[in-house]
């Protein structure tokens, strides 16, 4: 858990090395809350932030720029997310690139604590993009029919 309180990625950072898939991790990259998904390799890409959350810097240890999921040839099959709202214009227009390509839509999996989770109706905007499944320590609730069909 970050110092701030939020659920980690970190296990999941650390289980993708062993898989032959693309990792990217968000980088905030102004007080605006402007967001990218760059690629990493391995857990020493990430840098904490101001905040004490770990993110990748802009750069590799090579000096190379990041690859940005915006600029990926290949479409992401899941993004897990930590909740916050800022995300919503991160993937809606993610999601609008996988469209103009013909990709799936990725699962969105955001991340919670079992409290977290409410049979109460949540207030939501227009702008919102609805996830389609929470994981919490209590498990997976899959909420759209494209979770339960690819969970």
């Known amino acids: ?16 090395s062993h898989m032959q898939k693309s990792l990217y991790v968000p980088r905030v990259e102004d007080k605006k809350s402007f967001m990218r998904m760059l690629k990493i390799t391995n ?23 990041r690859q ?6 290949h479409p992401v099959d899941l993004f897990i997310l930590p909740g916050e ?15 103009r390509k013909g990709w799936r839509q990725p699962l969105l999996v955001a991340l919670a604590y ?3 989770i ?19 320590p209590a498990g997976v609730l899959q909420i759209s029919s494209a ?5």
């Open 1 to 16: 858990m970050a110092s701030n309180g939020a659920v980690t990625q970190t296990s999941l950072q650390d289980q993708n």
């Open 43 to 65: 857990r020493e890409d990430l840098i904490a932030n101001s905040m004490n959350i770990l993110e990748p810097s802009a750069i590799d240890s090579s000096g190379i720029e």
């Open 68 to 73: 940005d999921v915006m600029q990926a040839k």
């Open 85 to 99: 709202r800022y995300y919503d214009c991160f993937l809606a227009n993610y999601m609008e690139l996988a469209s």
């Open 114 to 116: 079992s409290i977290q």
């Open 118 to 136: 409410v049979d109460d109706p949540i207030p939501v905007t227009p702008t919102d993009i609805h996830v389609d499944a929470i994981a919490s």
């Open 147 to 151: 979770a339960m069909e690819r969970m």
